[in-house]
């Protein structure tokens, strides 16, 4: 499975506005400890937990979106002016940079959790 992951840097800048809230799709939200417990506690043997970069770009986009207009316009970016995309594609692609660079020091810096186990 992957999930967002509550402890990160897209979090922490972004609060109310970060996009991995997604609200009422995700009902809670988890760090790589608590899906680990709850995963455990239910049964199941972890085989790997990491965490991921790979969404970072569009979650910083999206999350300053969200925090601009109080939602995503049409649910894309593609709806915006020239200018603006460029600079939140600019932005975004430095996020993700940054954000896999922190991946590569810290196993826990992803903007995703991913989790397989088995039982």
């Known amino acids: 499975m992957t999930v967002p992951n509550i402890e990160r840097l897209g ?3 972004y609060r109310e506005a970060w996009r991995g809230l997604e609200a009422p ?3 809670f939200l988890f760090s790589s400890s608590t899906l680990r417990a709850c995963v455990e506690r239910s049964g199941l043997q972890v085989l790997e937990l990491r ?3 790979r969404t970072a770009r569009w979650m910083w986009t999206a999350s300053r979106l969200i925090r601009r207009n109080g939602t995503l ?3 894309s970016p593609q709806n915006l002016r020239p200018g603006l995309r460029l600079r939140l594609r600019l932005e ?3 996020f993700h940079m940054v954000e896999h660079m922190m991946c590569w020091a810290k196993k826990d810096a992803g903007e995703e959790i991913v989790l397989i186990a088995t039982k």
């Open 11 to 13: 979090h922490r800048l």
């Open 25 to 27: 799709r995700h009902l």
């Open 51 to 53: 965490t991921t970069a």
């Open 73 to 75: 316009p049409g649910g």
């Open 92 to 94: 975004g692609l430095m």
